[in-house]
């Protein structure tokens, strides 16, 4: 637990600092306060960057600071995959996907500029169900995120209860301009080891067709774990070679399995280099209900913080430096 704690604003999920603002994102907008070094609560009032962002469904906001005074907002889908009753037994999805022109991808805005609508902004990447776990990599600036994948292909489709425990598999993906990740109509199968074709848009399992041409993921994860938050961090000395690894925070939701949250790490010797100045230490939690929203790596802090999305709080910790 905290040693003394300070509550101010309303509850979210996004949160990120960079060059004396906090910003927060709620479930409708992103914002920011004022913040000075020392600091546990800001000083001044608020600013508006971006209101009226679409709210149900996946509508919980994470994003992520770029160079060139870049936000970027994760707008998660409205529904499962996209169907004509969402989460309905066998029934069919939209063709094409009425959610695709506001919902399921990454949106770029002003970091600076106050007052701005979805339609100032820029969708960067689409056919992200919901892209919770953002972050941009120290070195190079480029864009990733750790994916929720869709639900229910048992429930819904008759597929095999185990495959669809394990399936479809959570990605880990390097989000460019221009780029379609596939969803709704495609899943990546853990066993095949490749994107298929939803059931609700004709797939039987097996089949690919239009998902050829769909984004393929750098690393995959067990079906189900949901990611909430990516970081990046230097390998652990001693190890002989100096990858780059990327932390994970899984909770884990409608799958069978002991409960709770937990951190993975996929190490890549192939990642740009980190910048000399960051800390390789990444927020740990342990399976409790206290599940990190998201996380921000900073150059000047020294402590680290893991956030809790029941109690909405900051919590300092040693090595490192997170924020929910």
Same mark, same amino acid.
């Given at each position: 637990?905290?040693?003394? =704690?300070?509550?101010?604003? /309303?509850?979210g999920?996004g949160?990120?600092?960079?060059?004396?603002?906090?910003?927060?994102?709620?479930?409708?907008?992103?914002y920011?306060?004022?913040?000075?070094?020392?600091?546990?609560?800001?000083s001044?009032?608020? /600013?508006?960057?971006?209101?009226?962002?679409?709210?149900?469904?996946?509508e919980?906001?994470?994003i992520a600071?770029?160079?060139?005074?870049? $936000?970027?907002?994760n707008?998660?889908? %409205?529904?499962?995959?996209? *169907?004509?009753?969402?989460?309905? @037994? &066998?029934?069919?999805?939209?063709?094409?996907?009425? /959610?695709?022109?506001?919902?399921?991808?990454? !949106?770029?805005?002003s970091?600076?500029?106050?007052? +701005?609508? +979805?339609s100032?902004?820029?969708?960067?990447?689409?056919?992200?169900? @919901?892209?919770?776990g953002?972050?941009?990599?120290p070195?190079?600036?480029?864009? !990733?995120?750790?994916?929720h994948?869709?639900? *229910? $292909?048992? +429930?819904?489709?008759?597929?095999?209860?185990?495959?669809?425990?394990e399936?479809?598999g959570? %990605?880990?993906?390097?989000i460019?301009?221009?780029?379609?990740?596939?969803? #709704?109509?495609?899943?990546?199968?853990?066993?095949?080891?490749?994107?298929?074709?939803?059931? /609700?848009?004709?797939?039987?399992?097996?089949?690919v067709?239009?998902?050829?041409?769909?984004?393929?993921?750098?690393?995959?994860?067990?079906? +189900?774990?949901?990611?909430?938050?990516v970081?990046?961090?230097?390998?652990?000395?001693?190890?002989?070679?100096?990858?780059r690894?990327?932390?994970?925070?899984?909770p884990?939701? &409608?799958r069978?399995?002991?409960p709770?949250?937990?951190?993975?790490? =996929?190490?890549?010797?192939?990642? #740009?280099?980190?910048p000399?100045?960051?800390?390789?230490? !990444?927020?740990?939690t342990?399976?409790d209900?206290?599940?990190p929203? *998201? &996380?921000?790596w900073? =150059? &000047?802090?020294?402590?680290?913080?893991?956030?809790?999305?029941?109690?909405?709080?900051?919590? #300092?910790?040693?090595?490192?430096?997170?924020s929910?």
């Amino acid at each position: 637990m905290a040693d003394v =704690t300070r509550r101010f604003g /309303e509850g979210g999920t996004g949160i990120a600092l960079a060059d004396g603002w906090l910003y927060y994102a709620t479930d409708d907008g992103v914002y920011r306060y004022r913040w000075g070094p020392g600091q546990l609560q800001p000083s001044g009032s608020r /600013e508006t960057i971006v209101q009226g962002l679409p709210t149900g469904g996946h509508e919980a906001k994470s994003i992520a600071l770029g160079a060139g005074d870049a $936000l970027y907002v994760n707008i998660g889908s %409205e529904t499962n995959s996209c *169907q004509e009753k969402d989460r309905g @037994n &066998r029934s069919p999805g939209h063709d094409p996907c009425h /959610e695709l022109d506001g919902r399921a991808g990454v !949106w770029r805005f002003s970091a600076s500029r106050t007052g +701005q609508r +979805q339609s100032d902004g820029r969708r960067v990447a689409t056919g992200l169900r @919901n892209a919770l776990g953002l972050a941009v990599h120290p070195g190079s600036g480029e864009l !990733w995120s750790a994916v929720h994948g869709r639900d *229910q $292909l048992a +429930q819904n489709w008759g597929f095999d209860e185990r495959k669809s425990a394990e399936n479809p598999g959570e %990605e880990l993906v390097g989000i460019a301009e221009g780029d379609d990740f596939g969803w #709704p109509y495609c899943y990546y199968d853990v066993d095949l080891e490749t994107k298929v074709l939803a059931p /609700e848009y004709g797939g039987d399992g097996k089949s690919v067709g239009r998902c050829a041409k769909a984004k393929a993921p750098v690393a995959v994860y067990p079906g +189900q774990w949901a990611p909430m938050a990516v970081a990046f961090g230097r390998a652990a000395r001693g190890t002989g070679r100096r990858c780059r690894r990327s932390p994970l925070a899984p909770p884990g939701r &409608r799958r069978s399995g002991p409960p709770g949250s937990r951190s993975v790490r =996929t190490v890549r010797s192939t990642l #740009p280099p980190m910048p000399a100045a960051r800390s390789g230490a !990444w927020c740990e939690t342990g399976a409790d209900d206290r599940r990190p929203a *998201q &996380r921000d790596w900073s =150059t &000047r802090s020294t402590s680290r913080r893991v956030g809790s999305i029941s109690t909405g709080r900051l919590a #300092p910790g040693g090595g490192g430096s997170c924020s929910r």
